[in-house]
């Protein structure tokens, strides 16, 4: 059942809907206005580094050095979004789950190349690999909505490469994909406090009328999915985006991949971003279980060594 502060939380939230003059330049601005005015948890540091040519952003508990890092993809259709729009929230991620969040800004859609987004969040892992930064702690991908996209799709393309691959990947509210064709995209277009079918279908206009919106790329549930590292999902039950995170469940387990599935009571689209509410702590809660059981790295310390040592 859904806590009473987390109802009065959902009471408030704005549906959207579709503006015919509003552009995607001005939706982009008018997000990361709105998101300078929110405050950074004060027990979190936020540094900025420019890592394989691609900025980012650190979110980081104070006076901790060695830790679990975060590879973070925000979400926003792949159009929009930035570490601005998603620093508060990672600054609260990385509070609750004592990790070093990384939160990248890769390149935006549909400006960019298909490939660009993941190009770019798979240059910055293998920079990463070469900084002072591992020292051999966990790394765990994440995201939320289309940035849960580009965080699983990078795991099939780190694995298509015979790649080192993360200890694991947690996903909020997952948008797997883009051609919209969950049934949940109907069935729970009046349900959903905040996105709408019509909404996406009207991000879809962004695109090229060529856009492929099945590619793997951007819609991993086409991918394939064998040989990944461990999988958490949580999805709220009112969003429109839920079957996309019941559909990617089922895929994974079906390609023998470890997935684990919490589907949250009453809740909305990545509904951890509304901070101090028990849903949030919970979902918190569920990814520090989740880092903490797959944080080994048995099979994966000699590649980190070497490369320490290729360095020298």
């Known amino acids: 059942m859904i806590s009473p502060s987390a109802l009065a939380a959902r009471r408030s939230l704005q549906k959207e809907t579709v503006d015919e003059d ?27 580094e420019q890592i394989s040519g691609v900025n980012c952003l650190w979110l980081c508990p ?15 259709g792949f159009t929009a979004g930035s570490s601005i729009t998603h620093r508060a929230f990672c600054a609260e991620l990385a509070a ?42 966990p790394v765990f991908f994440a995201g939320d909505s289309s940035g ?71 819609s991993p549930l086409y991918a394939s999915l064998t040989d990944l590292p461990p999988v958490l999902l949580l999805a709220g039950e009112l ?15 079906e390609a023998g991949s470890s997935c684990e599935i919490s589907i949250y009571d009453g809740m909305w689209h990545v509904w951890p971003m509304v901070a101090n509410i028990p849903e949030t702590n919970s979902a918190f809660d569920q990814v520090c279980k989740f880092m903490i059981e797959n944080s080994s790295i048995e099979g994966s310390t000699d590649s980190l060594h070497d490369i320490n040592r290729s360095k020298s």
């Open 62 to 76: 104070q006076d901790k050095t060695l830790s679990t890092t975060v590879l973070y993809a925000h979400g926003g």
């Open 239 to 253: 969003e429109v985006w839920l079957d996309d995170t019941t559909r990617m469940y089922h895929a994974l387990r």
């Open 96 to 137: 609750a789950t004592d990790a070093n969040v990384l939160l990248i800004d890769y390149r935006l859609l549909p400006e960019s190349a298909l490939s660009a987004p993941s190009d770019d969040f798979l240059s910055v892992y293998s920079g990463l690999y070469h900084s002072s930064h591992y020292n051999n702690t």
């Open 148 to 218: 849960g996209a580009l965080a699983i799709s990078s795991l099939t393309r780190i694995r298509d490469n015979s790649d080192q691959l993360p200890q694991g990947c947690f996903v909020f509210s997952g948008a797997f994909d883009a051609t919209l064709s969950s049934n949940s995209m109907k069935r729970n277009d009046k349900s959903d406090p905040i996105l709408s079918h019509a909404v996406l279908q009207h991000w879809q206009s962004h695109f090229s009328k060529d856009f492929d919106f099945s590619h793997p790329f951007i």
């Open 22 to 48: 509003l552009s995607l330049a001005d939706e982009r601005r008018q997000w990361e206005a709105y998101s300078h005015q929110l405050k950074i948890n004060e027990s979190v540091v936020a540094v900025p």
